[in-house]
């Protein structure tokens, strides 16, 4: 059964940077897009980024766009969301997930393996 365990979270002042890892377990990794979506407390888990099975096409939510880049290393199993120039509306839990297909979708629906997370507060 693949798990994703997420990494890299922590306290920043706004203006700084993270850098996000998702490690995946199981053979098939590079068989699958992979997303990134936050969840802000009392607020919907809402869709961030991102990439098709080989990297090659990304997708970020206006939000994070031109400040966070979704990339992958499918020879470690992993995939990554740097997040620059962090703003405090940033503070949420990060989760990593596995799309159920090929598709790199913008709703949750769209996955089906999610990590638990990990918690990034940027302070003002």
């Known amino acids: 059964q693949v798990q994703l365990v997420e990494s890299g979270g922590g306290l920043v002042q706004a203006g700084g940077s993270l850098r996000l890892s998702c490690a995946a377990s199981?053979?098939?990794?590079?068989?699958?897009?992979m997303g990134w979506f936050r969840q802000a407390p009392g607020k919907e888990r809402e869709f961030v980024s991102a990439?098709?099975?080989?990297?090659?096409?990304?997708y970020y939510a206006d939000s994070v766009k031109g400040r966070f880049t979704i990339s992958r290393a499918n020879a470690k199993n992993t995939v990554y969301l740097q997040m620059n120039s962090l703003k405090p509306e940033d503070t949420a839990v990060y989760y990593c997930?596995?799309?159920?297909?090929?598709?790199?979708?913008?709703?949750?629906?769209?996955?089906?393996?999610w990590g638990q997370g990990t918690q990034v507060t940027v302070s003002s």
């Open positions: 997930a596995r799309s159920r297909g090929t598709y790199y979708g913008q709703v949750r629906s769209d996955y089906d393996v």
């Open positions: 199981g053979r098939t990794f590079s068989s699958y897009a």
């Open positions: 990439i098709s099975w080989s990297g090659s096409n990304t």
